[in-house]
């Protein structure tokens, strides 16, 4: 066997794989390295095999990474090897990388190597991933970081730097000078104090040799410290730190020290300082005062301080020995000494070890304090007896928490509740919770309140307990470390506030059933309150009113809608409304509203409005007939029949015979009530049970009943006693009354109605919102986990989708808003309409097609142009084809037309399920739906209808549902002809159009 050429030995020596393939695409040539990194013999694929199967060797061993093996074949088979190519391949399972090169060969063919990049791969992600690290932990350092090349231009620095130097957030931008940062610094006024910008930059640029530090204060008093640090590359890294809190420390730590030897003169109490010798060093003032006659010396010793003491009678031997024991190191802690001195002094003496083995000797005068411990003990038997006396509940706790006293009235209010004596707060709270005295939550604010902070523990707690009292607990802190409690028994004041609550709902209550209208202003003449009738009496809409509104604002509204004159706006606006004032005036429509404003205690005033319409033209009427010289009686609204004992008629009026249908010859002088009862049963006015009814009453008494006459009207008949034995009967109309209160009855109904309508469109909504979340949700949680991008595509497309119904429902909820709100805007721009609606058809035609129904437009040529706001218009037609579609069974037909006829009119029509016409005007109504059950066949948010009216308010129209000549439903937008305009001379007519899709 003859030796390979040295070629061949230096290629089968590579590490890397190589192999080559012939110009008829067969493997000429694989080094032992290709075989390795393959993971299978040479004989797997002899030399010779087509390069198909060599592909496909590799592909089934995982070679390509994941995927379809033979797809990946064809991939590799079509690549162009008449060129250079580089590609990185990878093993399926990701454990390995290679990097491939092909070469072309002349003659045809081509070689390709390969080599492992796996390491190389990795430690390319592990720097990124540092460098993500790198990046997250210079973000959320509260030290300001930056780094300067060697030319002093930054390179890197965080969010902290550029917020402690002083600048907005995104002013800094890698390659800016460090004079570039100074002169924005200064611009920003930075530099107002301190060194110039100039100066800084200097000392910045001199300093990069060596680490440096040096500080600068800010104008807003803030104090940075700048710690510099040179770079191999000779640039600086600059550090910033906050350092006002240690500046401000140390300069009080200065002045503290300037002001301690002052202090210490000025202080009431004596001290005297030892030094490790046990020689005096010094004392002040105080010190020299309170021993008066027995001073001391600086240097002199311990020993012969207290032997002088001593001998002079200052101290006694007990008390002396007591002083020397308290200098001896192994004393232990040095309690407090109190004594008397011979002159009756009484000193308290407090000492400290210091730390070079000296002592602090302070003596406080306290004789005062000393005759009021003594005074304190007598006054404690005395205290005894109070809280014995005391009609509230006092229970003391010690420092260790546990119960020191109670009084009488405490054991009385809590019972078996009560704490026992040694008992501890937790050992109380436990028990009070077991036998059902407190809540665990009570339980713990009490505790929070012993323990918590100062402000918190003097909060009084009020709770009812089980038993039906009311009580109130307050806390406070004692100065040995202890607390009180105080517990008083307020069931009497809390059944009164009860009482009074309830009472003031009951006022608030009538407030709003008022038939007065009355506003209630501040002193700054803002409205602070009013009631339902106050809009309607003042002549203004629902939603002018609200609180806060100034009375001059009021004023001018109505004004500006005719309400008011300006002559009387002008008045009621100059008027002094700390002085009582009553006017009448007279609205467009007729009413008479009277107006009484009345100054109130705080400087505002309250403004009350009458409807006295009624009684204005009243007075009218009876000015009018006094003046015609007609009896009063015949002319009155009310019928009136006086009686005499006899039960005979005395004298009545003409409206008697109107309203009770009696003849005026029926009702002459002189005849009998019963005779006149007879004649109206026979005429059908009085049913005979009831005539029966009406000759048994007792007309000696006050009587008043009801009667309903066969032509609808009601009459109030109220029968009342006279002095004589007789009686007088009145007869009122008052079927508007009882008109006014079906009214009222049916528009509380519909206001219960409307209420129960916004909670099942807050139910419905709820689930119309949910719908689209739960599908983004659900498909990005689906996207995160799925590697296929067709299915990564469609789950994304289900995500926009989903999203885009949950914009167009909130857009739907503001634009509502808006809309009740009079925000709803609309431009006033002439467009086609035709346009319009040829665009909304073919935005719903895949809504049809999908739901199996025929949608056709049918729009005349020449339509007339309008002025408004085609993207409303747009809005409207989407809501009505949408519902159209939706409540249309497959097989159906929806069509749009329009047609030019005292304006515009556009039609939708359908052949749906169509609506009940008692139903048709609640269909517009906000919060409103028909069928308001979350599994409700038809989906949908209950608003379109609403905002469609709404919408076409806005733009001048307006839009009604209307029966079809065969089944369904048909919604018609009507444009008055103001809201015509031209169409430009430069755009053609629109022609009759159609477009449909088959079903």
Request: aromatic share 4%; glycine share 8%.
């Amino acid at each position: 066997m003859t030796e390979a050429p040295i070629p061949l030995r230096i290629l089968d020596a590579l590490p890397q794989a190589v192999s080559a393939v012939d110009a008829a695409g067969r493997l000429a040539y694989a080094n032992p390295a290709f075989w390795r990194d393959a993971g299978v013999p040479p004989d797997a694929c002899p030399m010779g095999s087509p390069l198909r199967d060599l592909v496909r060797m590799l592909a089934y061993r995982g070679l390509y990474g994941a995927g379809d093996p033979e797809a990946q074949v064809e991939a590799v088979l079509a690549l162009d090897r008449s060129r250079p190519i580089r590609r990185q391949i990878g093993l399926a399972d990701g454990s390995r990388s290679f990097e491939t090169v092909s070469v072309p060969l002349e003659g045809g063919g081509f070689a390709m190597a390969a080599h492992e990049v796996t390491a190389l791969l990795r430690a390319r992600e592990e720097q990124a991933a540092r460098a993500r690290l790198l990046e997250a932990t210079l973000a959320r350092l509260t030290n300001g970081v930056a780094r300067f090349d060697a030319e002093m231009r930054i390179g890197l620095f965080n969010p902290a730097y550029e917020a402690l130097i002083g600048l907005p957030g995104g002013s800094l931008r890698a390659g800016l000078t460090h004079r570039d940062v100074i002169a924005m610094l200064d611009s920003h006024g930075e530099y107002s104090t301190g060194d110039g910008p100039d100066a800084v930059a200097a000392a910045m640029e001199r300093g990069r040799s060596g680490a440096s530090v040096r500080q600068r204060e800010r104008p807003s008093g803030q104090v940075l410290r700048f710690d510099s640090q040179p770079t191999p590359d000779g640039g600086v890294l600059l550090e910033v730190s906050d350092i006002t809190a240690l500046k401000r420390a140390d300069d009080e730590a200065r002045r503290r020290a300037a002001l301690l030897d002052g202090v210490l003169d000025a202080l009431p109490h004596g001290v005297c300082l030892y030094g490790p010798d046990r020689r005096v060093r010094m004392y002040n003032r105080a010190y020299a005062r309170l021993f008066e006659g027995s001073l001391v010396e600086v240097g002199e010793r311990l020993d012969d301080v207290v032997q002088r003491r001593l001998d002079s009678g200052e101290y006694t031997p007990e008390a002396a020995a007591q002083v020397l024991s308290r200098f001896e190191r192994g004393a232990g802690p040095l309690p407090t000494m109190r004594r008397a001195r011979p002159n009756g002094v009484v000193l308290e003496n407090n000492m400290a070890w210091l730390p070079d083995g000296g002592i602090i000797s302070v003596f406080t005068e306290v004789t005062a304090l000393h005759r009021a411990e003594e005074a304190a003990r007598e006054r404690a038997a005395l205290l005894d007896a109070v809280l014995d006396a005391l009609p509230d509940g006092v229970c003391v706790y010690g420092p260790d928490r546990r119960a020191r006293i109670t009084n009488p009235a405490y054991r009385r209010i809590f019972g078996e509740a009560a704490v026992r004596i040694g008992e501890s707060l937790e050992e109380v709270a436990a028990r009070r919770v077991a036998m059902g005295e407190q809540s665990p939550q009570m339980s713990q604010a009490l505790l929070d309140r012993h323990f918590g902070p100062q402000e918190a523990a003097g909060t009084p707690i009020r709770r009812v307990r089980p038993d039906g009292t009311a009580i109130v607990t307050r806390a406070g802190r004692l100065p040995d470390g202890g607390h009180i409690a105080v517990i008083s028994d307020i069931t009497p004041l809390h059944r009164a506030e009860a009482e009074l609550q309830r009472r003031a709902a009951m006022l608030e209550a009538s407030f709003g059933a008022m038939r007065h209208g009355i506003a209630v202003f501040g002193a700054d003449r803002r409205l602070l309150a009013f009631n339902p009738r106050t809009p309607d009496l003042l002549g203004l809409p629902a939603e002018a009113l609200h609180v806060g509104r100034v009375f001059d604002e009021l004023v001018a509204e109505q004004v500006r809608l005719g309400v008011l004159s300006s002559e009387f706006g002008a008045i009621a606006v100059s008027l002094d409304k700390t002085q009582p004032h009553r006017a009448t005036r007279t609205h467009p429509g007729g009413r008479m509203i009277e107006v009484v404003s009345d100054p109130t205690p705080d400087g505002g005033f309250v403004i009350t409005f009458t409807d006295v319409t009624a009684l204005h033209r009243a007075e009218a009427e009876l000015r009018r007939r006094a003046a015609m010289q007609a009896a009063m009686l015949a002319n009155i609204r009310h019928g009136i029949i006086l009686y005499g004992p006899d039960r005979r008629v005395l004298a009545t009026n003409a409206k008697t015979s109107e309203l009770t249908g009696m003849t005026p010859e029926e009702l002459t002088p002189g005849r009998l009530m019963d005779d006149l009862i007879d004649w109206q049963v026979a005429r059908g006015e009085i049913a005979p049970d009831k005539a029966v009814e009406m000759k048994a009453l007792d007309r000696g008494k006050p009587v008043r009943y009801g009667r309903a006459r066969p032509d609808g009207r009601v009459l109030d008949v109220v029968s009342e006693p006279t002095g004589d034995g007789g009686y007088v009967i009145t007869y009122s109309d008052v079927t508007e009354d009882r008109v006014i209160r079906a009214e009222l009855e049916r528009a509380r109904a519909a206001a219960e109605a409307a209420s129960e309508a916004k909670s099942r469109f807050l139910a419905t909504m709820s689930h119309e919102l949910r719908t689209p979340l739960n599908a983004v949700i659900g498909f990005s949680e689906a996207i995160a986990a799925e590697r296929d991008p067709d299915r990564v595509a469609a789950y994304a497309a289900e995500v926009n989708e989903a999203g885009r119904h949950l914009l167009q429902l909130v857009d739907d909820i503001l634009d509502v808003a808006r809309s009740q709100t009079g925000a709803l805007e609309a431009a006033q721009e002439p467009f086609d309409p035709a346009a319009v609606v040829a665009e909304a058809v073919e935005a719903a035609s895949a809504h049809a097609a999908a739901s199996r129904l025929q949608l056709a437009a049918v729009l005349p040529t020449g339509l007339p142009w309008l002025r408004g706001d085609a993207h409303r218009l747009r809005q409207i037609l989407d809501k009505l084809l949408s519902n159209a579609v939706k409540f249309t069974p497959a097989g159906g037909c929806v069509t749009v037309s329009a047609a030019a006829a005292q304006g515009l009119e556009i039609r939708v029509a359908d052949t749906g399920i169509g609506v009940p016409h008692a139903e048709r005007e609640r269909m517009f109504e906000p919060f409103t739906q028909l069928d308001s059950s979350l599994a409700r066949r038809f989906q949908g948010s209950g608003l379109g209808l609403h905002l469609a009216r709404a919408l076409a308010s806005a733009l001048g129209a307006t839009l009604s549902l209307e029966d079809p000549e065969g089944p369904g439903l048909v919604a018609v937008l009507r444009f008055p002809p103001e809201r015509l305009a031209p169409a430009p001379a430069t755009v053609p007519s629109a022609r009759a159009s159609t477009a449909g899709l088959p079903a």
